[in-house]
């Protein structure tokens, strides 16, 4: 049996990413820490898994000023 690798997260998701709880994880979204979430349609906000990926292995900040 294959495992789904979501494309998205829901803010709950991408703290579990980031082994934070959530409201941890939204408090370094308000801070400018990480990216806010995108809005993939219908007003459903979502963060894309693979640039907090880059963010989270150090590859997002090669090349200078991160821009979110």
């Known amino acids: 049996m294959s495992t789904t690798v979501p494309i998205?997260?829901?803010?709950?998701?991408?703290a579990k990413l980031f082994?934070?709880?959530?409201p941890e994880f939204?408090?370094?979204?308000e801070a400018g820490?990480?990216?806010g979430a995108i809005d993939i349609g219908?007003?459903?906000r979502r963060w894309e898994v693979d640039r907090l990926r880059l963010i989270a292995s150090g590859t997002?900040?090669?090349?200078g000023e991160m821009d979110w």
């Open 8 to 14: 998205f997260a829901s803010s709950r998701t991408a």
């Open 60 to 63: 997002a900040a090669l090349g």
């Open 26 to 29: 939204l408090q370094l979204v």
């Open 33 to 35: 820490h990480l990216p």
């Open 19 to 22: 082994d934070l709880r959530e």
């Open 42 to 44: 219908g007003g459903i």
